[in-house]
């Protein structure tokens, strides 16, 4: 099954005159994993800001199947199936690797049934593969602050599989990683993609490519070129932005 | 200066607390006597009570070296209840039930007494309370040497409305908002109406403790004034708020000579922080002024000059109060032979002292002084200039006879 | 100097030679009880007797002795003799308010011819509240001679003043009309005093007071703007040097309030210490200002240097440790000066009332603080702006790794950026000093409302905390009168948290990302 | 914006049972008092009325101090205005004690307390109505702290209003009251407060037997709201609260309503420091809007960074010791304990940032 798919249409957003949207439009289809890329203020983190309702937009809709986005705060947008993963990892450092997944099990959100909570038998099972799959499964009792950077990283990304979303929002996941663990990284994007769409955000191009995927390019908040990789990267305009700056 | 006398005091206080051993030697026999002193030293009221609290020592002092009570030496035990009414209680009853304290001297507002009330009336202690205050209370616990609204409000106000206070014919009550204001308020407007005056020509307005912006007020009362008739102002505002309500008054050109404003809160003390020129000729109505001549005020200053080591330092109504309270108590003491507190209340009955404000007061049954009441008018100097004083000491009126609810109670 | 005297003997000459024994009649009258000494009083002003000038002046000086009914000059001669009089045993001569009131008239009307313009216009306003008819011909002849039109003004009102208590009816009429033209409160009572003893005057009274009325409308709402401009200059100046230690810093210094309260005891030391110096005594509130800001400015680099730089990055802990500071400069100053209130005398520039066209009434120390407090604004202003302090300042704000790899100071910037702010509060202090007590507690009541006044204002913003803290003055005052001073300071405070919920930056926020931070 | 050294609960068996240990072992050692109390006198071990009297007073302050814990130490919500909740408790337990006055008082007025018979009222407003009944007076003593936490959360959390800015507008907000409640034209007696209360629950309150069963009540509200803090704090509510503490938004992403969750625990906490002054107030024998005062709710702040924020029993422990270094200082140097205690809590937060209870867990780490 997969989940319903993504609409950015005529997106701006404007902070005190400064445009970090400009009329963006997006589609990214059910089960599709897309990066993408652009130079520093190109408003890629806007534009996750935007999706995860962070930001509200000055103008344009964004829609995530039937649902109107530009309406709804965080929580609301993420209990739709939106998960996210920040540019800096952020995690929850007074919690221990177990907690900090357990929260983002998939479960009621609301404080009484969170106080009512019993973790169960299999939700148990299925933190401890999760924690297994992040390789982290022998720090499980340790808090995250004493966490290196990179398994700050996965934790987080442990938290998104937690969360099983149905729209994955990745900002550069694999900075900070070593080349196996972005190999390692690549690999389970493009398997979660299957079932569930994904977005990753990188200026790492090698790891971009690792992905296989339908490339965006953003500048200066507007869409500059979307194709393959090979595409993109022999695009004249894509050239000049990226060499002339 | 200052510094070194209060580190003086605190020295005192630190000395009761640790039960020092006596420096005199020269006291007969018997435990000394322990004198409770329960004056905020921090917060806001520390400005009004730290005077009260070296009046207290200063009286220890005094009563030592006459060679004690019973020829037992007296020893302070001071404590801070910090201008925090809850606190109070709990003091009174650390005093009480942990220092075993004979007797208390202490409190300022009404609302630190009703605080400890209960804890002196449960535990049967005795304190001595010298402030003035809307009356309607009499506990068999606690000796009132202040005065009752009907020795001090009344007579002010009807020394205004009389040929020499300018004959007022419209009356603003401004106070602080709190229980003695409303109540002395209360009291006034039910005997405003029995002299003619009617609600109409009564304003009456009430402002925060500490209230610093008095513009509005003030030019109220001037509008007020604008009626046509003789107005005069009646203050019952509390200590901090003096100042910068005068200072407006001052600025705004209110002279005494057009709208003189009586204050029953405000004594030398207050006035130390003003520049009184632009006051002069407002009026204040108290039982005693540092400025009334003859021995016993003489006598009383030079002591407390003596005592504080500066002589700028002023004394003022409630010190005068907390002096003939004290002197009262030792000779009580005296005539019970003992300190025991029933004993001591029945001794207090009857008991006088010439007071420094130049009348023998006398502690009635109803566990009120009798006092003469004066009005003084504030001078260039900060002293007041004594423009009336009643000829006799008169008893007090704790339960009003202006409150209809007080009918039952007496005739 | 000879026209006056002239006129003097003018005055004096014009009586009957009886009233020249009245002065010697009347004199035993100031030794007797208050009654006795006001209608003395009014003997001796009313006789025009030119020797009752000195005796009423020393009078109301409280410079006369008396010794019996022996009346002294304060130069020791007997009043009504003029010789050296025996001194011994003579005690100063007390008046009380009825026979202040007298003597103001009488000294009002002797002075009408007096050589000085400022005392011949306190003369007739002085003869404006006498409400004695007898003031009429003296004020006719002094008027004729005015040259000076203020001081002519004033006398056209003490004029239809005395007019109103005449017995001819026509007179009265007169009076009436002039008085309807005036717009002062007092006047309105004087209308409707007359109106009381006068029925048959009442129509023209009412219209004389309805048009008074009319006037004094637009003189109340702008008194009450001036008030509500005083309140906001107040609130102005103590909420300054917040909007830099907090707005610029993110420093919750909850010792602001003692810092202020350094600044008014600095005020008093500094007034202590001239005292020795009398031409400078007056200067000594303008002097308090530079030690002001240093004493405090000090103290506020002490702290920032001592205690709250180890704990920049969380406020709430700075909140909590500034809250025991301010504990221990409260305490350490009630035990240095005692808990009692100290005197700041105010120079005689900012006593009184200044009037402005429409009989406007404007308190002059509170003028003074508007003033100053748009003063200190505009240093600050300036400081920030024009300054490399200034300049460092800022750019340690928005980014301090930048900054400080730029070569800034940045622990050195954030001393003096405090000391700035705290400075300002020592300042305010100098200024409260004039309005407020000069108490250990003066700083703890301006804290919050401070704080309120920088939310609301919008943090970071020196022009929101300007507009904050006069709109709050202005809407203060407004509410007042029909709320009382509780409920307004109540309204104000619900106001404003309501305000903050749907701005939470306040009413000038700094916008965009720099604002997250 | 808070720091992260205050873990949410101790690890490890040992340090946690023989925390546990230690505070039952407190908590008996405390209900032992009243027992004490009842010893002749001159017996060593009799405890003074007073120690009795002050001593509950301490446990109602560490339950108000607890309360601010859970708001302050597990969900990152500084309040410097939980003192209003807590005299909205004391007064509306006041309101109940007066009107318990009945005829007994100077006036003999069957229904109006004294206050309002002198200020002229003609009859009891209607809020006043339904507090002759004690269990509305409790009732309202959990539900308008709590109503008035929930409506100025709800104001204050919806527009995400965080950090400082929330701490200054809750201290208005005391502020604010404090001055309404000084008002004598509100109905509350003004700057007098409640005071010279007769009984409770038909008990006269002079007696050893009545400050004994306020004692044991007090203490069994302190070890009930420790239990149950100690409850929430272990769920997983508990751990959304710390993460909400530490990375807010981060919160929020996750799909939990940051909001609805700041809302509980603060109204929550609301209700326990209401119950706290519905205690406190019978067993001080006055309640007036010098409670309000913005610095009494500060102080009660600084008793949980003393006692060391986020570990519930150290926010006890803080109230504990300040009050007795407080009560023992304002006795033995009335003139200097200012100076004392201003230095505690500027030293404490200088140097002990985890308060008291981390030496003890920096010793057991």
Known sequence: MKGPGLYLDGVSVVFDGFRALNNLSLIVDPGELRAVIGPNGAGKTTMM???????????????????????????????????????????????????????????????????RWKLENTARKRIEAVTEEIGLASRAGDPAAILSHGQRQWLEIGMLLMQDPDLLLVDEPVAGMTDQETEHTAALLRRIAGTRSVVVVEHDLEFVRALGSKVTVLHEGTLLSEGSIDTVQNDPRVIEVYLGR | MSLNLTRRAALAGLGGALAMPAIRPSFAQGSPIKVGVLHSLSGTMAISETALRDTVLMMIEWANSKGGVLGRRL???????????????????????????????GCWTSVSRKSVLPVFEELNGLLFYPVQYEGEEQSRNVFYTGAAPNQQAIPAVEYLMGKDGGEAKRIALLGTDYVYPRTTNRILRAYLNSKGISDADIMEEYTPFGHSDWQGIVSRVKRFAGEGKRTAIVSTINGDANVPFY????????????????????????????????????????????????????????????????????????????????????????????????????????????????????????????????????????????????????????????????????? | ????????????????????????????????????????????????????????????????????????????????????????????VRINNRVRAALRGALGRLQLVSANPDERLAAADSVFRSRSAENIAPLEAAIARESVPRVRERQELALAASRLVAPDAAVKRQGIATLGGASSEDARALLLEARATNPDLAAEVDAAVAAIDGRLAFKRAAETLF??????????????????????????????????????????????????????????????????????????????????????????????????????????????????????????????????????????????????????????????????????????????????????????????????????????????????NVSPNLGTGYIIDSFMVVVFGGVGSLVGTLVGAMGLGVLNKIIEPWAGAVLAKVAVLVLIMLFIQRRPRGLFALKGRAADA | MSDITAAPAPRGIPARLL?????????????????????????????????????????????????????????????????????????????????????????????????????????????????????????????????????????????????????????????????????????????????????????????????????????????????LCRHITSTKLGRVLVAVRDAESRVRFLGYSVTSFKLSVFTLSAVLAGLAGALYVPLVGIINPGEFAPGNSIEAVIWVAVGGRGTLVGAILGAFSVNALKTWLTSFAPDLWLFVLGSLFVAVTLFLPRGLAGLFRGRTK
């Open chain 2, 75 to 105: 020893e302070p035990v001071v404590v801070d209840p910090a201008s925090n009414w809850p606190l109070f209680a709990e003091k009174a009853r650390e005093l009480l039930a942990v220092s075993k304290v004979d007797v208390t001297f």
């Open chain 1, 49 to 115: 800001d935007v999706i995860t309702g962070k930001t509200r937009p000055t103008a344009g809709t964004v829609t995530f199947g039937e649902h109107d986005l530009t309406r709804m705060d965080e929580a609301r947008i993420a209990n739709l199936g939106i998960g996210r993963k920040f540019q800096k990892p952020t995690v929850f450092d007074a919690l221990t690797v177990f907690e900090n997944l357990e929260l983002a099990l998939k479960a009621p959100r609301d404080p009484w049934s969170c106080l």
């Open chain 4, 19 to 227: 925390i546990r240990g230690a505070v039952i072992a407190a908590i008996a050692l405390l209900a032992l008092l009243p027992v004490l109390n009842t010893l002749p006198a001159g017996s060593a071990l009799r405890v003074s009325d007073f120690t009795v009297a002050v001593t509950g007073k301490w446990i109602c302050y560490g339950v108000l101090a607890l309360a601010i814990d859970l708001a302050w130490g597990y969900a990152g919500i500084l309040s410097l205005g939980h003192g209003a909740f807590f005299a909205l408790g004391g007064y509306a337990m006041g309101m109940h004690l007066m009107r318990l006055i009945g005829p007994r008082g100077v006036y003999g007025h069957p229904v109006l307390p004294d206050f309002m018979v002198f200020l002229g009222y003609k009859e009891l407003p209607w809020y006043w109505l339904g507090f002759d009944h004690f269990p509305y007076a409790i009732l309202m003593a959990m539900l308008v702290p709590g109503a008035l936490a929930f409506l100025l959360g709800w104001l204050s959390f919806r527009s995400r209003i965080t950090g400082v800015y929330f701490s200054i507008i809750t201290q208005a907000m005391t502020y604010a009251l404090m001055l309404a409640f000084f008002r004598n034209d509100m109905g509350f007696g003004g700057n007098n407060g409640f005071t010279d209360f007769k009984e409770l629950l038909g008990v006269p309150l002079n007696t050893q037997g009545a400050r004994a069963g306020l004692f044991y009540a007090a203490l069994i509200l302190l070890a009930g709201s420790l239990i």
């Open chain 3, 227 to 436: 008030q509500g401009l005083s309140l906001g200059s107040v609130l102005l100046l103590a909420a300054l040097g917040l909007a830099i230690t907090f707005g610029v810093m993110g420093v919750i210094n909850m010792a602001h309030g003692e810092f202020v309260m350094l600044g008014a005891y600095t005020t008093f030391m500094v007034q202590e210490a001239l005292r020795g110096i009398p031409w400078l005594l007056p200067w000594s509130l303008p002097l308090s200002v530079p030690a002001a800001f240093l004493v405090a400015g000090l103290a506020g680099a002490v702290l920032e240097r001592g205690l709250i730089r180890h704990l920049y990055g969380r406020p709430l802990e700075t909140l909590l440790m500034t809250f025991g500071v301010g504990m221990i400069l409260q305490q350490a100053v009630r035990l240095a000066f005692g808990a009692q209130n100290r005197e700041v005398l105010s120079p005689a520039w900012m006593q009184g009332t200044l009037s402005l066209p429409g009989g406007i009434l404007i308190t002059q120390n509170r003028l003074w603080v508007i003033v100053f407090s748009l003063l200190v604004l505009a240093l600050a202003f300036a400081a920030i702006r024009l300054t490399r302090f200034g300049l460092e300042m800022r750019a340690v704000v928005q980014n301090r790794r930048t900054a400080a790899t730029m070569g800034i100071r940045t622990g050195r910037v954030d001393a003096l950026t405090f000391a700035f702010g705290s400075g300002i509060a020592g300042m305010a202090g100098v200024a409260l000093s004039q309005i407020d």
């Open chain 3, 1 to 92: 100097m000879l026209r006056i005297l002239l006129l003097l003997a003018f005055l004096a000459g014009a009586l009957p030679a009886a009233a020249q024994d009245a002065f010697i009649e009347a004199l035993p009258g100031l030794a007797g009880a208050f009654g006795t000494q006001a209608e003395a009083v009014e003997r001796l002003g009313a006789g025009g007797d030119p020797r009752a000038l000195p005796v009423l002046r020393a009078l109301s000086d409280g410079q006369l002795r008396k010794r019996d009914t022996l009346i002294i000059l304060p130069n020791g001669t007997d009043a009504a003799t003029g010789q050296p009089a025996d001194a011994a045993g003579a005690e100063t």
């Open chain 2, 247 to 411: 200072r407006e008054l001052g600025n705004q050109g209110i002279k005494a000579e057009d709208i003189p404003c009586v204050a029953f809160s405000v004594g030398e003390e207050e006035l130390a922080g003003i520049d009184t020129k632009p006051l002069v000729g407002h009026l204040a109505a108290w039982n005693y002024f540092m400025s009334v001549p003859g021995a016993p005020n003489d006598e009383f200053k030079a002591m407390w000059r003596a005592y504080i080591k500066n002589d700028k330092r002023v004394t003022n109504d409630p010190m005068e109060a907390t002096y003939t309270g004290f002197r009262m108590w030792t000779q009580a003491v005296q005539k019970a032979g003992t300190t025991a507190v029933d004993a001591v209340r029945q001794a207090m009955y009857g008991q006088k002292v010439m007071a420094p404000c130049g009348y023998e007061e006398e502690m009635r049954p109803n566990h009120h002084l009798t006092k003469p009441v004066m009005i003084g008018e504030v001078q260039e100097n900060g002293q007041f200039n004594i423009v009336h004083k009643t000829p006799t000491a008169i008893a007090a009126e704790n339960w009003s006879p202006f409150i209809p609810e007080n009918a039952s109670r007496r005739g």
